[in-house]
């Protein structure tokens, strides 16, 4: 008999994830796929913050920032393993500055009640630039200390791949929704095509959830031709620099810019993160290019604010992401649209969740989730996949515990894979100590690319990286790795942090996928040479 999915969820980024999460703990019959990489697109180029934002509330959307605050709250208790505090420091140039900000950070505090990571406090010249040794000290009044969330957008991702499955759900990447089967109007399945194969199949279905960000109007005109636009695109960019242009742990905010932005300094990973931008675009890409004034308006920004003379050659790494942002009447400026999220059902009870941040990702998933439980009248509230539970009960065969009925579950639900994949390495080592070995970088002149690229010095390569063996063996094993970028960009991210040692370490890391994934030397080889391509796209030249 044909499987008949509950739910079936297009677009593997945070709210699919978040929607396969929240679903399949319901007990429903859940797939979700996605048509690149788990978090290819912008759920992997966020600014890694975890945040009510603080920009909100000045533009007065007290219900966006307080519901931030306490998914925030709820994210660092359920995934502590990608998530943690971070202090930031925002630097006041004259009194009303101080007490302005002062006054809106308070709040901020306030409105994240018990969920609050610290409390804020007033800063001296003297101790905000002990708190940012970077900072110009150029008409410096004072600082205010304040505290918020961070994580690694691309593992949390992956992370709730595995609580989905954990929970019963089928999960798939590089498989694209290329169509529907619909009956009276009404969608009945979905027609998938495997991307790196080729091949199609078509999975039945009583509900589709299409969480498909910058992607959501191409699936919403897949259903209707006819269907409004939602999504007004807004690329954002990042770039990553060596700490010793700004030391120490604490991050940097400048609460409004020339184009009404937020500019943040941010440790992550042994770098900093320097961002972001706000700029409309019509095109939507898979890989977005940075434009030179973004580039040019970072880099100015950071040098005016801190003691530095940053060129493009200090850029390690230059990524790029396409915010959903979701249309509003009159507005034409894309830094003041809503980052609240926008749930649209179609007459084919296809539920579209658009809009929304990393932050809300769980509530964005919920409220999707409830709808689609609704429009598709699932079992009163009990799905497939509990009722084939209570059948197998009934016969005596054995059954996994029916997890649920009709309420949401994810406020209080550990994420992760429960230490299996660290448990896999440890066992990997343990048999072979040789997985322990720490990947060498080649020489970027032994790679087949284009003379112009910037050498990676070997020893800055293999200290940014610290990749073993095993790490990309486990990665191929257990965290769904398909290709050398899906390693590089988001199992580790090297990519991001340092583009030149990530083209280094592509060799290396094509070898060890060759033979976890069964590759011919042909295939190794057009691997190696399609990450090298992209990653010229991440760095300034």
Not at 188 to 203: H, I
Not at 218 to 234: E, N, W
Not at 347 to 370: F, Q
Request: hydrophobic share 45%; charged share 20%.
């Amino acid at each position: 008999m044909d499987t008949i999915y509950d739910i079936v969820i297009i677009g593997g980024g945070a709210t699919g994830c978040g929607a396969a999460v929240d679903a399949a703990s319901r007990g429903y019959k859940t797939l979700l796929v996605e048509q690149y990489d788990f978090g290819k697109g912008t759920s992997s180029r966020s600014t890694k913050l975890v945040h009510g934002g603080v920009r909100y509330l000045a533009q007065g959307n007290i219900k966006l920032v307080r519901e931030a605050l306490a998914e925030r709250g709820r994210l660092l208790k359920n995934a502590p393993h990608v998530t943690g505090t971070q202090p930031f420091v925002v630097p006041v140039f004259s009194l009303w500055e101080k007490f302005y900000y002062s006054v809106g950070l308070k709040v901020y505090d306030i409105l994240s009640g018990k969920l609050s990571l610290g409390k804020t406090q007033l800063l001296s010249k003297k101790k905000t630039l002990e708190l940012l040794p970077a900072l110009n000290p150029t008409k410096l009044v004072g600082g205010i200390l304040y505290y918020d969330g961070q994580f690694n957008d691309a593992e949390l991702c992956i992370d709730l791949v595995h609580t989905a499955v954990r929970h019963g759900a089928e999960v798939i990447n590089y498989t694209k929704a290329v169509g529907f089967v619909k009956e009276k109007g009404v969608i009945v399945g979905v027609e998938l095509e495997d991307t790196l194969g080729g091949a199609r199949r078509v999975v039945r279905c009583k509900t589709v959830i299409n969480a498909t960000g910058v992607f959501t109007d191409a699936v919403l005109q897949m259903d209707d031709p006819h269907a409004d636009t939602l999504v007004y695109p807004s690329q954002g960019i990042h770039l990553v620099i060596d700490a010793k242009h700004f030391k120490g742990t604490n991050a940097l905010m400048i609460p409004k810019t020339d184009d009404g932005r937020v500019l943040f300094a941010v440790p992550w990973q042994g770098k900093v993160v320097v961002g972001t931008t706000d700029t409309h675009v019509d095109h939507i890409d898979a890989e977005p290019l940075p434009l030179a004034e973004e580039i040019i308006f970072l880099l100015d920004h950071f040098n005016r604010y801190c003691n530095a003379q940053l060129t493009k050659a200090d850029v390690l790494s230059v990524f790029v992401g396409l915010r959903p942002l979701v249309k509003a009447a009159g507005t034409t400026v894309s830094s003041m649209l809503s980052r609240d999220h926008t749930l649209v059902v179609s007459p084919s009870k296809m539920v579209t969740i658009t809009g929304g941040k990393w932050t809300t990702y769980r509530k964005m998933a919920e409220d999707a989730v409830n709808n689609a439980v609704f429009v598709g009248k699932l079992d009163g509230g009990r799905g497939t996949a509990y009722a084939e539970g209570k059948l197998r009960a009934a016969s005596g065969a054995k059954s996994r515990e029916p997890l649920v009925d009709r309420k949401c579950v994810t406020k209080d639900l550990q994420i992760g894979d429960m230490g299996a994949a660290k448990k896999l390495a440890e066992q990997l080592i343990a048999d072979n100590p040789a997985m322990a070995v720490v990947l060498m970088p080649a020489a970027v002149s032994q790679i087949d690319v284009a003379a112009q690229l910037p050498t990676a010095n070997a020893a800055q390569a293999q200290e940014a990286s610290a990749i073993r063996v095993v790490d990309v063996v486990v990665a191929a094993r257990r965290n769904y790795v398909k290709t050398v970028e899906d390693f590089l960009a988001r199992r580790n991210r090297l990519l991001f942090l340092d583009a030149r040692a990530a083209i280094a370490l592509a060799p290396a890391v094509a070898n060890i996928l060759q033979k976890e994934l069964h590759w011919t030397n042909e295939h190794r080889e057009a691997q190696v040479q399609s990450f090298v391509q992209l990653a010229q796209q991440y760095i300034v030249h």
